[in-house]
Every structure is written in structure tokens, then in C-alpha cells.
């Protein structure tokens, strides 16, 4: 498509926008009773007018019928994890028994990890991003110091060539085949939380396997964002949260994915719960813990049933809008987003943008590397109600979510940040 750097235009693409009705399926915020420009998407997604819907029914359950809305509740509690299932399998790439909505992000990567990071004396390194989001990084550390490795001589971070911002896929690969008689795990955000790369998650996975390491994705910031072929491309495992593109709400419960080639690997070790267990034999509370097969078996707890529920609300939406046509938007909001602000900055003198131009290496994140007075710019962005995310030490996130952005927030956000940088 050949952009126009016009209000008209941008207005244009939102009359035509097939999903330009989802927006108001959300509420936007406001600062000072003016509509923000909400470009944090990635960071928290905005709230579904549905999930007041959603949270109320399960309260009315539990006011009306007590313990009793595990077996008679509109959704019964008992099988609540199953309820996301086929929306999580969709926007993974996964079939249903390969997912499973459960506790938090930190915590599934260190429960999958204690069963698929098995170092021995000769194999045990493990391979990542340098700059991964710090919560891997730190769970990272602690298994590797749990299994008696230090984690100078294990870990090893791959950063991005000389005057370069984001990884080679053939660095990568040239990585993991130079240490693959001392590898043990392969494991990369699935989009870079930093710099908005998407990584090739299939020849990742391809090239981790013919070293003959596992292989696993933290999809923080890829699931809801980009395409995902979890099943297909044969990653190993993965893990993710449902507050950011997924709209679940803060501190939303999270989820996993297990390759089916491990469903019934059960001599894997694991942590165990209850709700792991065996289900036709869960209640009958007998030592001895029998995993079920697939994802499931990794399951600690009864699941979280209200923020199961605004969970659920959000996968309808996706459900509704279609995949193909949130992906579609996307490529056109974003690119729209990068051929404004090249408008603006031809030269590049005053700021980068470091996420890969590129559409198949990159979602709906744009990282700006601010050269100077990036501070600055970005206050003046908030005093314009501009949410955006600032990251130390010089960048500017920004993430038009095609769920609930307009190509208008596109053209709006690009005239305040040219006002921005001349103030």
C-alpha cells in the first residue's frame, strides 16, 4: 500500500478498517476527560467492556450456589482451565491438549524447566537473548545454580553484531551448532521485549534440535501479537502471560505449552499438584501422583476461576475478529507507524527505530532509540496523553494494537511526537 502522511488518509484506512467496531468493545482511557492515545498494549492491554459481563456471572454463581458452582455454575469451576483451551490453541499455533491456562509467567518457566532443563557434566549449557526480559533472566540463574553450574560459564547471551540493534537469525544458528556438544536448553523470547524483534521461532527450533538440545520460547510478547506455530515448528515449550496483548488484566493468570511428543513422557521429573493428577482420580486423594497426559499434567493448583473469566472474555474477542485479519491490520498499522516517523527523521540524526523494518521479524511494537533527550521527549508525549512505555536507557515502546487502535492514533501520535522533538 502507498501510505499518505495526511489526516484524510489515515482516516480513510479506518472507514475501511474491518475491525474498526472491536474499538469500542474497549475502554479507553482518559486523561483530563480528553481520550488518550493508548500505545502500551504491550505492556498492559486494555480491559473488554465484556469482562464486567464475565466476572459477574461467576460471582453470581459463587453468591447463589457456593461450593455447589463447581459442578451446577454457568461454567463449572471444576473445568474451568478447559474453557481457554481452544482460543489459547488458536493463537498458538497448538492443539488443545498442548494448552493450559495456569499461574504465573515466572512461575510455568521454572516448573517446565525443572522437567526440560536436564543438564549432565558434558550438556549444560544454555543459549538466549543477552537483554532477555529480567524475571528469565533471573529464573535462568537460579536453575542453573540449583543444578551446582555457575552461570558465567553456562549461560550464553547472544548480542547483535557491531553498530547493529537486533540478532541474525544465521548468528543464532552459527551459535547453537559451535556449542552444540555442550548444549542443554535453547531458549529466546519469541518477540524481544526491548527492541520488538520477532524471532525466527522455527529454524530456532530446528537448528536447537539437530544440536540435540531442547528448545523453548517465553511468548511474553509475542502471543495475541504475532502469527505462532507452536505445534508445527516442534518447539519443545513455552510460556506466556495474558495481561499484555491479551487483555486479561493485570496480574493475569498465565499459560503453557508442551510439544504432544512429551504428552506422555511421565518418567519427565515435575513438580507436582493436585490438579496434575490423574482426573478421574483426583478426589480420591491417594499418595502417589499419576500425571495426566498432555500440558495438563503440569497443572499445581484448581484454577483461578475470576481471572479465568476475564481471560475468557478477551479470547472471545479474538475469536470474533479472526487472526487473519488482526495480523492483517497490524502489518498495516505498524507500517504505517515506521513510514510516519521516517517522515520525520529521514536521516536518522535524532532517534532509531531499532525493531526490524522487516514485517515478518517484527509484531505491532515499535522500539524508538533516542539519540537525545529522550526523557523529554517522552514528558512531553505524556503532557500530550500519549501512553506510551519508556525503557532505560534511551527508548520509547510504542504499540498500536489492532484490536482497539485507529490509523488516526497512528497519524495523531506521529504529529505529537514531531511537535516533541522540535520543543
Not at 507507524?337 to 505491532?364: H, M, V, W
Request: net charge positive; glycine share 8%; hydrophobic share 40%.
Amino acid at each position: 500500500m502507498q501510505f499518505e502522511n495526511t489526516l484524510a488518509f489515515a482516516r480513510k484506512l479506518d472507514r475501511n478498517d474491518p475491525l474498526k467496531k472491536f474499538r469500542n468493545a474497549f475502554y479507553i482511557p482518559k486523561v483530563k476527560g480528553k481520550t488518550s492515545i493508548y500505545f502500551t498494549g504491550n505492556s498492559l492491554g486494555l480491559q473488554p467492556k465484556s469482562t464486567k459481563k464475565f466476572l459477574d456471572e461467576e460471582l453470581t454463581d459463587w453468591a447463589e450456589l457456593g461450593v455447589e458452582g463447581h459442578v451446577h455454575g454457568k461454567r463449572p469451576w471444576l473445568y474451568y482451565h478447559k474453557f481457554t483451551k481452544k482460543g489459547l490453541a488458536l493463537l498458538t499455533g497448538a492443539k488443545t491438549s498442548e494448552v493450559v491456562a495456569m499461574n504465573h509467567l515466572t512461575v510455568n518457566l521454572h516448573l517446565l524447566m525443572v522437567s526440560f532443563y536436564r543438564p549432565t557434566k558434558s550438556r549444560f549449557k544454555i543459549i538466549t537473548e543477552a537483554g532477555a526480559f529480567s524475571s528469565d533472566q533471573y529464573a535462568f540463574e537460579s536453575q542453573v545454580k540449583f543444578h551446582g553450574f555457575e552461570p558465567d560459564n553456562t549461560i550464553i547471551e547472544l548480542k547483535p553484531r557491531e553498530h547493529e540493534h537486533t540478532l541474525r537469525t544465521e548468528d543464532i544458528v552459527s551459535a547453537i551448532q559451535q556449542h552444540k556438544d555442550e548444549l542443554a536448553l535453547v531458549i529466546f523470547g519469541g518477540v524481544q521485549y526491548y527492541t520488538g524483534q520477532f524471532f525466527d521461532i522455527q529454524k530456532i527450533t530446528e537448528a536447537g534440535h539437530t544440536a540435540g538440545a531442547i528448545v523453548g520460547f517465553d511468548l511474553a510478547h509475542a502471543i495475541g501479537n504475532v502469527k505462532l506455530d507452536l505445534h508445527k515448528h516442534q518447539v519443545d515449550f513455552a510460556v506466556w502471560c495474558s495481561y499484555k496483548y491479551l487483555n486479561a488484566g493485570p496480574g493475569a493468570v498465565a499459560g503453557a505449552f508442551v510439544h504432544e511428543r512429551h504428552s506422555k513422557s511421565f518418567d519427565l521429573p515435575r513438580f507436582a499438584g493436585w490438579w496434575g493428577h490423574h482426573e478421574q482420580d483426583r478426589f480420591q486423594m491417594k499418595k502417589g501422583f499419576i500425571p495426566m497426559a498432555g500440558i495438563d499434567g503440569w497443572q499445581l493448583s484448581n484454577h483461578p476461576v475470576l481471572p479465568g473469566a476475564a481471560l475468557l472474555a478477551s479470547l472471545e474477542l479474538f475469536q470474533q475478529a479472526g487472526l487473519k485479519n488482526l495480523f492483517a491490520k497490524s502489518l498495516l498499522l505498524t507500517g504505517y507507524l515506521e513510514y510516519l516517523l521516517n517522515q520525520i527523521d529521514a536521516t536518522g540524526k535524532i532517534f532509531n527505530i531499532l525493531t526490524p523494518s522487516d514485517k515478518k521479524s517484527r509484531g505491532c511494537q515499535l522500539s524508538i532509540f533516542m539519540k537525545y533527550n529522550g526523557h523529554k521527549v517522552f514528558k512531553a508525549l505524556t503532557k500530550a496523553d500519549v501512553i506510551a512505555d519508556w525503557r532505560e536507557p534511551n527508548v520509547i515502546r510504542v504499540a498500536p494494537v489492532p484490536l482497539y487502535n485507529t490509523f488516526e492514533d497512528v497519524y495523531q501520535f506521529s504529529e505529537i511526537f514531531k511537535k516533541a522533538l522540535r520543543a
